[in-house]
């Protein structure tokens, strides 16, 4: 079902129901007043003891009346047919009634009142009592009203088949206006969609919605082109950094296959650094892909302790910084974050491993945690204030540094972690240690608690 069919529809069926329910409604008004003035006038006859007398052979125009006695019996005789609402009524079974009759093709309006016995009534020849109970019978004619009232019924057929087509009109001329804009909108998008251009935009419009859905396709451009220039990026920055170590391994085989012109210490110092060649490659592997998994890792979200993650991160940094006899002392107190739990050990992780790695021998690292705030400081060489703003970029790797092992990419998960968990992430320099201090601030449930 089409959108345009579905606003034609939705038109014609309001309008449906608007027509339908005022034909109904004037119908049911016009047919009740008749009604309502056939009975007035029937109660006002039977209320008033001069407008009838029994025998009596003059008729009002259209009305009658007659005494119906309990035998069956009508005084005068006429053509009006009793049955057994009659009868119960004349032998003082049931009350007054008030209904519509047929009978000689005619359409009738009767009121059926019951008299007890010894009744006086007004006879011919004076005043007369009946000595059995009866019924006083008022009859009148409402053919004419019934066939005003199927006219009137005809007639508000026709205006609401009249007022239908004409919301089918009105539907199409409306949907062809309203769906134009929306039309005009769908033909760019699908121009963008062709030619695969995500730098176009299309313009805004104005404040209604489908300027809101403008802006929103806009907004979602920029996104994927923003996404489009990162994968692009990563993609460069990959092949620039495999480039190197891949190098390297192909001069170090081609120099294994003179294995036999090599002695011992050179063939052992060979495959040592190929070693430690295949070692960077799988580490730079497991980073792009760590890195590739952006803001929407899998995994269970989950309450996690922090201080326990970061005492698990500091147990497996300390296996490492023995080798450089470097002492890591850990201060943390509880505190809550909601998140994944080996992405939240990846970050810290990454942190203390570079601290490690730039920490001179016999040196010292501190990690705090409290609050959702986690601190890791060392007494390396810290990093330059010039150089603070590009630590957290994939592949950026300061001068000092680029004699080391490393992807230049540890950093960049670090702040991708952190902005997974709403968190941030920055860099200055210890006042106590005078190396570099990293400081991720994650929002805890307490503070989730406080804003509900």
């Not at 695969?196 to 104005?206: F, K, L, P, V």
């Not at 891949?246 to 085989?253: K, Q, Y």
């Not at 400081?439 to 804003?451: G, R, S, Y």
Request: one cysteine or more; proline letters at 3%.
């Amino acid at each position: 079902m089409t959108f345009r069919f579905r606003v034609i529809s939705a038109t014609v069926g309001v309008a449906a129901i608007a027509v339908v329910l005022a034909s109904l409604a004037s119908f049911l008004t016009t047919r009740d007043a008749l009604m309502r003035s056939v009975d007035v006038s029937l109660i006002q006859a039977a209320q008033s003891p001069t407008s009838h007398t029994v025998g009596d052979e003059s008729r009002v125009t259209g009305a009658y009346f007659e005494l119906v006695l309990a035998n069956g019996t009508t005084i005068p005789t006429s053509n009006v047919p009793v049955d057994a609402t009659i009868l119960a009524t004349a032998r003082g079974h049931a009350g007054q009634t008030l209904r519509t009759v047929t009978f000689g093709g005619e359409s009738y309006r009767e009121l059926v009142v019951p008299l007890p016995a010894k009744s006086v009534v007004i006879c011919q020849t004076g005043p007369c009592t009946i000595s059995t109970t009866s019924a006083e019978l008022f009859v009148v004619n409402i053919s004419g009203q019934i066939g005003e009232l199927r006219h009137l019924a005809s007639t508000l057929l026709a205006v609401a088949a009249g007022g239908l087509l004409l919301a089918l009109v009105l539907g199409l001329l409306i949907a062809r206006a309203a769906l134009r804009p929306l039309e005009a909108v769908t033909n760019e998008i699908e121009e963008v969609a062709e030619t695969s251009d995500t730098s176009r935009r299309i313009d805004e419009g104005g404040s209604d919605e489908l300027g809101r859905l403008r802006r929103v396709f806009n907004r979602l451009m920029s996104s994927v082109q923003s996404s489009e220039n990162l994968q692009r990026q990563l993609v460069a920055d990959a092949s620039h950094e495999l480039r190197t170590p891949l190098t390297s391994l192909r001069t170090n085989a081609q120099v294994l296959s003179r294995a036999s012109e090599l002695g011992a210490d050179d063939l052992r110092q060979l495959t040592g650094d190929m070693v430690t060649q295949v070692d960077e490659l799988a580490a730079l592997v497991t980073d792009l892909g760590e890195l590739s998994r952006g803001n929407r890792s899998e995994g269970r979200v989950e309450q996690l302790r922090l201080d326990e993650c970061v005492d698990e991160c500091v147990d497996t940094a300390r296996t490492y910084a023995r080798i450089k006899n470097i002492t890591i002392d850990a201060e943390v107190t509880e505190s809550l974050v909601t998140g994944r739990r080996d992405r939240l050990v990846r970050a810290i992780s990454n942190l203390l491993t570079n601290a490690v790695k730039f920490t001179p021998n016999d040196g010292r690292i501190v990690v705090r945690s409290n609050d959702g705030v986690v601190t890791v400081s060392d007494t390396g060489p810290g990093i330059a204030t010039h150089e603070r703003h590009h630590v957290f970029d994939r592949f950026w790797r300061s001068a000092s540094a680029r004699s080391l092992p490393g992807s230049g990419l540890g950093l960049s998960i670090v702040a991708q972690v952190v902005d997974e968990f709403r968190g941030t992430v920055r860099v200055d320099q210890d006042p106590e240690l005078g190396g570099a201090r990293f400081t991720i601030v994650l929002p805890t449930d307490d503070d989730a608690d406080d804003d509900d």
